[in-house]
């Protein structure tokens, strides 16, 4: 089983939709968790770290699910400039190498 | 901006050519990573160091080889390449918080 699991999408939503969701992982050890965007052919860059308290970015909103294992990623009031690969990582050990998703495609149409 | 630089941005090689990879960080990170990402697929772990003479191996084998002389500089070699080799690589670095940075990565093509 990998250590972090995404819906590998293709998301396709209008302008102005809401779209959001999931990452899973494994263990429940894990201690920091972060969401990433990449565009085709570009390098992932940090979208916003994931709190126990959940967090507010913008239309951005993440969420920490411990229990369940799981952290999710909604985006209000979609932008063609949204359309993207969101990445969720996690770090499994404290001080350790991060586990990455394969990520969630998201395109937005006009 | 992350302050995370790699040389060369693009690359084709012939076959068996010697090369190395540049990844340069002035952040002072302890951590620097190698990853490995064909166009539309996931990222793959498949080298790291958690400072000077440090370097491991990551979660997917490759013949390419690193070096951590310096904390700034964690070059990536491959002696041999071979088209199979052919893909990007990107450079990363990360302090004790976790959050990881990124280089625009160097693409290579072997013909």
């Known amino acids: 089983r990998k250590e972090v699991e995404q819906d590998p999408g293709p998301f396709n939503v209008p302008e102005g939709a809401t779209v959001a969701f999931n990452c899973t992982y494994s263990?429940?050890?894990?201690?920091?968790f972060f969401w990433y965007r990449q565009d085709c052919r570009k390098e992932p860059k940090l979208l916003m770290s994931?709190?126990?308290s959940g967090n507010e970015d913008g239309r951005f909103t993440a969420q920490l699910n411990r229990a369940s294992q799981y952290i999710s990623l909604l985006i209000r009031d979609s932008k063609l400039s949204d359309s993207a690969t969101y990445l969720c990582?996690?770090?499994?050990?404290?001080?350790?190498?991060?586990?990455f998703g394969a990520g969630t495609t998201v395109t937005v149409r006009a | 901006e992350a302050d995370i630089y790699q040389t060369p941005r693009y690359l084709v090689i012939g076959t068996g050519k010697k090369i190395t990879l540049e990844c340069s960080q002035t952040m002072g990170h302890d951590k620097m990573y190698w990853y490995q990402q064909d166009p539309g697929m996931e990222l793959h772990l498949i080298h790291y160091s958690y400072g000077v003479n440090s370097t491991e191996k990551g979660d997917l084998s490759s013949e390419s080889t690193v070096s951590r002389i310096r904390t700034e500089h964690f070059p990536l070699t491959l002696e041999s390449a071979r088209p199979s080799h052919t893909s990007q690589y990107l450079c990363?670095?990360?302090?004790?918080?976790?959050?990881?940075?990124f280089g625009e990565g160097s693409w290579l093509t072997v013909v």
């Open positions: 994931v709190y126990s």
């Open positions: 263990n429940s050890a894990s201690q920091s």
């Open positions: 990582v996690v770090n499994p050990w404290g001080d350790y190498k991060l586990s």
């Open positions: 990363a670095s990360s302090a004790s918080g976790n959050t990881i940075y």
